[in-house]
């Protein structure tokens, strides 16, 4: 079974981002392990279980200049919890960051951005198991700047939020 087919994502909500036309299904990267490098390692292996990360999808609004906008839909397992079925902060810290590198890497067309600073802020508790949705925004910097400057949340499908974060993420010089 694919991530797309994956039952956790049977939800009314989560069916709705799928067939909006405004947004387009890409490629989870940070899925996806590196042969013979431990690029997205965690993601990919470490995370990735029934019982940790289930099963994720990324969506990039369709936008004729620039992608300015992602959702990450993520499934939870319980064993993403710190305190009894009450996801671990670090995992929300994660998400954030992943979803809002993620859109850093398709706005700048490269893979080698890496976070500059990040920021998170706890508004309630993320009972696991779960299905979240994460959202995150170009907020400043595109084109010919090394540094952007992203927003994001992880919510529920009825837009309860559960954290907000924002993050610099900076693109290497390039070698001379």
Same mark, same amino acid.
């Given at each position: 079974?694919?991530?797309?087919?994956?039952?956790? #994502?049977? $939800? /009314?909500?989560? =069916?709705?981002?799928?067939?909006?036309?405004?947004?387009?299904?890409?490629?989870?990267?940070?899925? !996806? %392990?590196?042969?013979?490098?431990?690029?997205? &390692?965690? &993601? /990919?292996?470490?995370?990735?279980?029934?019982?940790?990360? %289930? /099963?994720?999808?990324? #969506?990039?609004? $369709?936008?004729?200049?620039?992608?300015?906008?992602?959702?990450?839909?993520?499934?939870? *397992?319980?064993? !993403?919890? *710190?305190?009894?079925?009450?996801? +671990?902060?670090?995992?929300?810290?994660?998400?954030?960051?992943?979803?809002?590198?993620?859109?850093?890497?398709?706005?700048?067309?490269?893979?080698?951005?890496?976070?500059?600073?990040?920021?998170?802020?706890?508004?309630?508790?993320?009972?696991?198991?779960?299905?979240?949705?994460?959202?995150?925004?170009?907020?400043?910097? @595109?084109?010919?700047?090394?540094?952007?400057?992203?927003?994001?949340?992880? @919510?529920?499908?009825?837009?309860?939020?559960?954290?907000?974060? +924002?993050?610099? #993420? =900076?693109?290497?010089?390039?070698?001379?």
């Amino acid at each position: 079974m694919t991530d797309d087919e994956h039952p956790d #994502f049977s $939800q /009314a909500w989560s =069916i709705a981002l799928s067939k909006n036309p405004s947004w387009k299904a890409i490629k989870t990267a940070s899925l !996806v %392990r590196k042969p013979e490098s431990t690029e997205n &390692f965690l &993601f /990919a292996t470490v995370l990735r279980s029934p019982d940790t990360i %289930r /099963a994720a999808r990324t #969506f990039i609004k $369709q936008d004729r200049v620039s992608p300015k906008e992602l959702r990450l839909l993520v499934s939870l *397992g319980p064993g !993403v919890s *710190g305190i009894a079925d009450i996801c +671990h902060g670090g995992i929300i810290a994660l998400l954030l960051d992943e979803a809002m590198g993620a859109l850093a890497c398709e706005v700048l067309g490269r893979y080698d951005v890496v976070t500059g600073g990040l920021s998170v802020e706890y508004k309630r508790k993320l009972v696991t198991p779960a299905v979240v949705l994460c959202k995150s925004w170009v907020e400043m910097g @595109e084109g010919s700047s090394r540094k952007m400057k992203l927003r994001g949340t992880v @919510e529920d499908g009825e837009g309860r939020i559960y954290s907000t974060g +924002h993050s610099v #993420f =900076i693109k290497p010089k390039e070698k001379l």
